[in-house]
């Protein structure tokens, strides 16, 4: 079953400006992650955020987490074309071995 | 540094085919490894995974098996293709609870 949810589906923006995505997940999490994949071509790891991190910045990524509403949310400020992507959203549950990815945002960014 | 080679990255095979598809890992030890499939423009399920030589969990029943010859080597195979067993297939690596890193596909057409 899906552990996390990404919405939306897909977002379609100006160069220059912010994009947003969000994530909700099922069950208690051990960390929950964030990972991009160009068509074609395997993901690579964005960020991660532990369950007792509410913040965490990486260059132009921003992400949260609300451990209370199961949800977290992925920021790219300063949008280029070349963050014309898929992103999803992983998380790893307290028990679990492995992680369980959401269906993914497809994010077009228009010079 | 650590990488991981994954092979072919297109496959066409027909329907009732074997299927062995190979992925190693360079440069760490005793790596849990993982096998994805991904559907068009969905998320990724998670096929197998396994924390050891040998060791192997299966998460979803179907046509498809795993093994773990080596500490770095994870082998996908089928002894017969169905159509339903087209899609992306990624491998990739994990230590402990930290984030994934995955080879860069296969696409398998089964025809």
């Known amino acids: 079953s899906q552990q996390g949810e990404e919405d939306p589906q897909a977002l379609s923006i100006q160069e220059g400006e912010n994009a947003t995505m969000n994530c909700s997940y099922k069950t208690s999490i051990n960390n929950l992650q964030w990972y991009r994949q160009n068509s074609g071509r395997g993901l690579v790891h964005l960020i991660l955020?532990?369950?007792?991190?509410r913040e965490k910045h990486s260059g132009r990524l921003r992400v949260t987490l609300d451990t209370s509403k199961k949800s977290s949310s992925l920021l790219i400020t300063a949008s280029r074309a070349a963050d014309t992507a898929s992103y999803f959203c992983a998380a790893l549950s307290g028990s679990a071995r492995q992680l369980t990815f959401g269906s993914g945002t497809q994010l077009t960014v228009l010079p | 540094s650590q990488t991981i080679h994954q092979w072919p990255a297109t496959l066409v095979q027909p329907v009732g085919s074997p299927l062995s598809l190979e992925c190693t890992v360079e440069g760490t030890s005793n790596p849990n490894l993982y096998w994805y499939r991904q559907a068009a423009g969905r998320g990724l399920q998670l096929l197998f995974y396994s924390v050891g030589i040998g060791q192997i969990s299966s998460e979803v029943p179907q046509n498809l098996s795993a093994s773990r010859p080596q500490d770095r080597q994870f082998i996908l195979s089928s002894k017969k293709l169905l159509l339903s067993d087209s899609g992306f297939y990624l491998c990739?690596?994990?230590?402990?609870?930290?984030?994934?890193?995955f080879g860069s596909g296969t696409q398998l057409s089964v025809l």
């Open positions: 990739a690596w994990r230590y402990f609870n930290e984030k994934l890193f």
């Open positions: 955020i532990r369950s007792n991190e």
